[in-house]
């Protein structure tokens, strides 16, 4: 075993040397992503603290806090709010569709159908996300399906008086809160029935056995053992719905009424203007606040049902 | 002529934790060697470092003499049988036996005709087509070996390998691979924490405590002349007398161990050790029956024949009398305080 | 096989009601893509025909935009299976000090909105003055593919019992050969399936892109574009349902190829 292939004494050599074989794995992706992502994030939130020139429409490298300063302007903090509700309206809609679904996969289906309706939930995660936004506008869209069903049912009136509503309403379907927050729901949904669906596995079928000994009904164990044991997967999943909603520039665009959301607003900074220092403390703004759900939602348990 | 394995004061350390501590000893070419001791002693440490899964903290290990403290698992004449078998899945029964000869660069006709052989010697000639999860444990269990004989290594680890196999199979792989070892001349090293299956396999034993080595020796000097009160009390059964209750009898200050087997039930004929107590437990194994009396030096386990007729009173509660030949007072090294 | 008989029917309705929810938008596309009308959106459909599949195909703008996005994705997905299994093997058996920081970040270019992925680029590139073009794009996608490749293959390894790599080492095998030899047939359909992911992700991707792209459009931006052309609808439909089989066929091989391990808890995006 003496003569040693140049590959070999390598090896060899990295035997002892756990740290540096170490290294060397993580070093290329660790370069990858300090650079190229972290250093863009950095090189983002110091941009952000340039300024801008109104009248030329120049970027001015030098450092000023206008743009946070300007971020709590009222129709700048509107936006915020504005998006930050719909956000919350979201998740909420998510996590009261997802559970009875998860549920009832879970616990009600077994064998082939199971793996079936685990994947049928799966898919829909992978079409292309543009291509459901679109499905969406024709759907909402005046004669479209919605439109159609609503006749069809006599369910015209109906439809219209939801319409008339504040702030949920507007002039038609695809230009009411209420058409975009469907869409928003139904492409956000499968990220939340994974979590869900995950953490309602997990919970041992001998404690439901348990509870069922010790006498409880089956809505009271629902609501004692499950609910409370599933939660983390309502956090885990939340966390998505919260997020992509909070970043999201183009269903905005494509269905409801007028009003910037963070996402349209660092859009428009970005292209039409060509502010990009605003654009960047746009930004920011998620970022805080995912940053400040992430904490809150793993205090509840969700980084373990990821 | 070098020893086939020795180890020179090794030690392998875990942070504040010292999995194997000081541990020396050699081990003879062609010897069957076992290293016995209970979960957590260190021996699997050990096997690990003398295959080279692990490189010690402190010391040096020397296969055939040279040292190899340093040197990964694929540049040391060993090979291992692990517990778990670890069979390739990808692979076919007679390519995991051959994946050695392949990374010697031995021609394809010569490594499947040497594997072939290396199966047939196992009892599984003709099995090589298969997969290794259609084979049962046992039939696992027998291509790891072959899979590690084939290569003709200077020593052989075993960690383990009969573990996973229920009794009657265990025996019988005690009996095959004890005589394969002679057959086949090989070095073995065996890990295990079977007392029963290290004294009937082995030439000489390793008795393994908490990372330390209490005693080597062939497996009758340990059972008859255990040095350690755990030794006493981890291989066989032994009644332990701490050393100022045995003083009245030996004299010296030093625990001793005394064999069930060796207490007599009954009034002393000449004047050996002897004491009485009461009967407070029989428990019935079959050829043997085990007594427990309360004493005044403890708690003693005795055997006895279990034939009735003319034996001892066996009821709970009766006063017995005990009595057991000097010499099979066995002095032990003073216990180190915990 | 069967749902069991105890179901209350509320919740039957309700779950079988949000999966009916969930295909519906899907099944429309197809449907209208089939559409005879121009004016393809009215429900329901007034005719069946194939014609504005050939329609599309003769469109160059949409070839254009095909070639630029299997481009993208191809290069990311190589750069992503490299960089994903490096990661893997560092991190999937070993401890060390800022392991759980270092596996965060792995996290972050999926967990942080595109949006913020697309100003941080942006800016970057403006900074490093780089011209957006197919490298920007390129290397936006890598980023978050590579969390994807990551996933697949760090669950399968850490279900490889560490005994294999033992025993191919003890066999005369260096870490080199023992890794073709024994690990990588075993990783081979988690590292396929996350190539597989990883090319679905980047084809559909579209927040990222538009701030990486130049003029440049991949499909995704494409569609984008054709939501303000009613009259383009019928040849607009057709793509998308191109679309959604070309992203979603690869997502069920994949699926279907690790369906043995499937982790529930942890394989979104």
Not at chain 1, 66 to 71: G, V
Not at chain 2, 232 to 244: K, M
Not at chain 3, 84 to 90: D, I, R, V
Not at chain 3, 190 to 208: C, H, K, P, Q, T
């Amino acid at each position: 075993m003496q003569h040693r292939p140049p590959l070999a004494r390598i090896a060899a050599g990295l035997y002892r040397r756990h740290q540096l074989a170490l290294w060397l794995l993580l070093g290329p992706p660790m370069l990858w992503l300090g650079v190229v992502y972290l250093g863009s994030l950095l090189s983002m939130v110091w941009q952000s603290a340039y300024g801008f020139d109104d009248f030329s429409m120049q970027v001015v490298p030098e450092l000023t806090l206008a743009n946070y300063r300007a971020l709590l302007d009222g129709s700048n903090l509107d936006i915020v709010l504005r998006t930050l509700g719909m956000a919350v309206a979201v998740t909420l809609g998510c996590a009261a569709l997802a559970f009875p679904i998860a549920y009832y996969i879970a616990r009600h289906t077994s064998g082939t159908l199971k793996s079936a309706l685990y994947a049928s939930v799966m898919l829909p995660m992978w079409v292309s996300y543009i291509v459901k936004a679109y499905a969406w506008t024709l759907i909402l869209a005046q004669g479209g399906l919605v439109y159609w069903a609503s006749d069809a049912l006599g369910l015209r009136g109906a439809l219209e008086a939801l319409l008339e509503l504040p702030v949920i309403g507007g002039s038609s379907l695809s230009t009411s809160n209420l058409g975009r927050w469907f869409v928003f729901v139904y492409v956000w949904l499968p990220y939340m029935i994974l979590p869900v669906y995950a953490a309602i596995e997990r919970v041992p079928e001998n404690l439901l056995q348990a509870s069922a000994d010790l006498g409880a009904r089956p809505a009271q164990t629902f609501r004692s053992v499950i609910l409370p044991l599933t939660f983390p997967g309502v956090a885990a999943g939340s966390i998505f719905t919260f997020s992509l909603t909070l970043g999201d520039y183009i269903i905005p665009q494509l269905i409801g009424p007028s009003g910037y959301y963070v996402g349209t607003m660092v859009n428009t900074l970005h292209g039409s203007v060509g502010n990009l220092p605003m654009a960047a403390a746009f930004t920011v703004v998620p970022i805080v606040i995912i940053g400040l759900y992430l904490a809150l939602a793993r205090r509840f348990g969700a980084f373990d049902a990821l | 002529m070098s020893a086939a394995i020795e180890l020179q004061d090794v030690t392998r350390s875990f942070g504040a934790v010292d999995a194997v501590s000081g541990v020396s000893f050699a081990v003879a070419d062609g010897e069957f060697f076992s290293m016995l001791g209970p979960s957590g002693s260190g021996k699997t440490t050990c096997l690990r470092l003398i295959a080279g899964f692990d490189l010690p903290t402190r010391g040096h290990i020397l296969l055939s003499g040279a040292d190899a403290s340093s040197l990964p698992p694929y540049e040391r004449d060993v090979n291992t049988v692990f517990q778990d078998y670890a069979l390739f899945p990808h692979l076919s029964v007679l390519e995991n036996v051959a994946y050695g000869l392949r990374m010697r660069g031995v021609a394809a006709a010569d490594r499947a005709k040497r594997s072939e052989a290396a199966l047939e010697q196992v009892a599984l000639g003709g099995m090589g087509g298969r997969r290794p999860s259609q084979l049962s444990g046992g039939q696992r269990q027998r291509v790891a070996l072959a899979r590690a004989l084939v290569n003709q290594p200077r020593v052989l680890l075993l960690d383990e390998p009969l573990g996973a196999l229920d009794l009657k199979l265990r025996e019988q792989m005690q009996v095959e691979l004890k005589s394969l070892q002679r057959q086949l001349g090989i070095t073995f090293v065996y890990v295990t924490h079977d007392q029963s299956e290290a004294l009937s396999m082995s030439d000489r034993v390793a008795v393994f405590n908490r990372g330390r080595i209490e005693q080597v020796a062939p497996p009758r000097v340990l059972y008859a002349a255990p040095r350690t009160v755990f030794v006493a009390g981890f291989v066989g059964t032994a009644n332990i007398v701490t050393a100022e209750r045995a003083k009245r009898w030996t004299g010296r200050d030093r625990p001793v161990a005394i064999r069930p087997e060796h207490i007599r039930v009954g009034a002393p004929p000449g004047d050996q050790p002897s004491t009485s107590g009461t009967l407070v437990d029989v428990l019935f194994q079959g050829p043997v029956s085990r007594l427990a009396v309360d004493t005044e030096v403890g708690t003693l386990s005795v055997s006895v024949g279990s034939h009735a007729g003319d034996g001892p009173s066996t009821e709970l509660g009766a006063t017995l009398q005990l009595y057991w030949p000097r010499e099979a007072m066995v002095e032990l090294e003073p216990t180190e305080p915990v | 096989m069967r749902s069991s008989p105890r179901t209350p029917w509320a919740l039957r309705l309700a779950a079988w009601f949000g999966l009916a929810f969930l295909y519906v938008p899907i099944l429309l596309v197809g449907v209208y893509a089939f559409n005879t009308e121009e004016s393809a959106f009215t429900f329901p459909p007034k005719g069946f025909t194939t014609r504005w599949f050939s329609a599309a195909l003769e469109r160059g703008d949409v070839l254009d935009a095909l070639w630029l996005s299997a481009q993208v994705a191809a290069g990311a997905t190589l750069a992503a299976v490299l960089l994903g299994t490096l990661a893997a093997l560092a991190l999937a058996r070993r401890e060390f000090r800022g392991k759980d920081i270092i596996a965060m970040s792995f996290i972050l270019p999926i967990a942080l909105p595109g949006i913020v992925t697309g100003i941080a680029l942006h800016s970057a590139f403006r900074l490093a003055d780089i011209s957006p073009g197919f490298w920007t794009i390129a290397m936006g996608h890598t980023t978050f593919c590579i969390v994807v490749v990551y996933n697949n293959v760090v669950a399968r390894l850490r279900r490889l019992p560490p005994s294999l790599v033992e025993a191919a080492m003890d066999l005369g095998a260096d870490q080199f050969r023992a890794f073709r030899s024994v690990v990588l047939p075993q990783l081979g359909t988690a590292l396929l399936a996350g190539a597989i992911l990883a090319f679905g992700l980047s084809f559909d991707e579209i927040i990222v892109t538009t701030f990486t792209a130049g003029h440049e459009r991949t499909l995704p931006i494409w569609l984008l574009n054709q939501l303000g052309r009613p009259r383009d609808v019928p040849v607009t439909n057709v793509v998308a349902l191109g679309v959604m089989a070309l992203t979603a066929l690869p997502i069920l091989a994949s699926f279907w190829l690790t369906r043995s391990s499937h982790d529930v808890g942890g394989s979104g995006k």
